[in-house]
């Protein structure tokens, strides 16, 4: 192997008797092809420990060593780094491809995310809505039973009342023939209650405790203790009522 500058390639190109002979790239730095150990022109590749070899490597260190020329192993090197190259390629187009298709994914994800969203807020808000009017109604209840009570209330103190006016206007005309006890129209004086007296006045059993107030409130009671037993646990755990 030997380098020429450009005036003695010329014969090497134009003369017929020299195009048998091979042409390379020039080298950059030729001690870097020049063997260390034996000062020759590395012009041959030992495929076995993969390094540029001299003649003298290969009668000594590299005996019996497989070898190709360094132009064969540039061909090789070049169709794996080719290829190499090619698989990256694929690979990069695939993998942009696959960033795009996620990018696209963030998006319907996030649409996905907001209906669900809205889907779950109209449910909760119409069970809130159900449960407002459930307890309009149990409040009601309460209201009506109070009112009844207080009529009932007002009824017997109407009635005790009027009791007390009889009796009181009892007491004083039994007072008033008593004021005339020295009279012989006293000794013939008789009197008779009222039969207002019969009657022995007692507190009534009153409450706002009716079967359909207690009915609201013991479903309320269970509906709290279950939903809390519930809502404690997390989603996953939840059994589906």
Known sequence: MASFCEEHLRPHRENPNFRLHQLSQPIGDLSEHICSEHHKLMELFCTKHGRLICSFCLQQVHKGCSFISPEEQRNLKQTEFREKLGLLDAKIDRTYRVVLQMNDMQGKLTD?????????AAAFQQMREKLDHDERL?????DCELEASHTKLRDYMNRFTDNNEKMQKAKEEISDLLSQSQTPAFLQASFELP??????????????????????????????ESLVQILSQPFEARRPL
């Not at 996905?112 to 779950?120: I, M, R, S, V």
């Open 138 to 142: 149990a409040q009601h209840e309460v």
């Open 112 to 120: 996905a995310a907001e209906n669900l969203k809205a889907a779950l």
């Open 195 to 224: 039969k207002v007296v019969k009657f022995e006045p007692h507190t009534p059993r009153v409450s706002v405790d009716s079967k359909r107030v207690m009915a609201a409130q013991t479903f309320t009671s269970a509906m709290q």
